[in-house]
């Protein structure tokens, strides 16, 4: 992608895949609108910092076919300094208040540091198809497997079903906070595409394949997916998208499976609850998405 000239939007990285993209398809969305280029910020990710809620994470946005250009440390210090109240129109570095989108974002002038998760497709919905077709992806070419995972869904009515585990039972912090959906909101889910949408398999994907072959059982038949491991965990979201159903984990990772699946028809059902710890309304989940 072709870099515009002048004042910059910073996009803040954190967390792991699933929340970088939001971080960058937000800069990217704000930049295209400026015509500013678009730089990250990097810093808390360099610094690794654990516990507090939060995972140590490195760089992963680099599994992407992207021009990734870091900001200057010292001009995200200056526009940290020039912050300004809410109510004034010229913000230098907005950080995010809460998890509904914030229509501030629409008045924002570069340069600009982008300081939040931004997990709303409200701020990036206008470059959706950019984001869908050449955005986010994958460098390199689909492994066998991949590829025959990819004619084996060709072949029937299949859904992606995403499973968390991880931090999210490891962490007690985390666990508090995130939750994590039940064994029955999988089963009724997938009894839902099985009945109502003829769905015949399901392929599961998990960060801990172990602990969700005794966690879910599912009508129909199951294939774990489980051969794309550490740097190669990217590819179980090309497959997710291919997918034409989706059950979800309140996770970032399986967010982007099934949002970045095109289909004006697809049916994706995602937890009705998707931070135990703060049940505040939020804009992570569309509309168009049923919540269970």
């Not at 995602?270 to 309304?281: E, L, M, S, V, Y």
């Amino acid at each position: 992608m072709t870099m515009a000239q002048g004042p910059p939007v910073i996009t803040r990285l954190m967390g792991g895949l699933g929340n970088q993209m939001f971080q960058y398809a937000t800069g990217l969305a704000l930049s295209r609108r400026l015509g500013a280029p678009l730089l990250i910020d990097r810093t808390f990710l360099d610094a690794r910092p654990a516990g507090m809620n939060w995972t140590a994470r490195e760089l992963e946005l680099d599994v992407f076919d992207l021009r990734i250009e870091a900001a200057d440390p010292s001009l995200i210090r200056d526009l940290r300094r020039q912050r300004r109240p809410v109510a004034i129109r010229r913000q230098t570095w907005f950080r995010e208040r809460d998890k509904r989108y914030d229509p501030q974002f629409a008045r924002l002038r570069a340069p600009v540091l982008l300081d939040g998760y931004w997990q709303s497709e409200l701020y990036f919905g206008n470059i959706a198809s950019e984001l869908r077709e050449q955005v986010f992806h994958q460098t390199g070419e689909p492994s066998q497997e991949n590829l025959e995972l990819l004619h084996l869904g060709a072949s029937m009515s299949t859904a992606s079903v995403h499973v968390r585990c991880g931090d999210y039972l490891m962490d007690p912090a985390a666990a508090a906070y995130h939750g994590r959906p039940t064994r029955a909101y999988y089963e009724a889910a997938a009894a839902e595409l099985f009945e109502k949408h003829g769905v015949r398999h399901f392929f599961i994907f998990s960060d801990e394949p172990a602990k969700a072959r005794t966690f879910v059982h599912l009508p129909g038949g199951m294939t774990f997916v489980t051969h794309n491991t550490g740097r190669a965990a990217h590819w179980d979201l090309w497959l997710m998208r291919q997918c034409r159903y989706h059950i979800i984990a309140n996770s970032s990772f399986s967010w982007w499976g099934a949002w970045l699946n095109p289909s004006p028809t697809k049916v994706v059902i995602a937890p009705n609850t998707w931070f135990a710890g703060d049940p505040r309304p939020h804009d992570i989940v569309p509309s168009t998405w049923l919540r269970r």
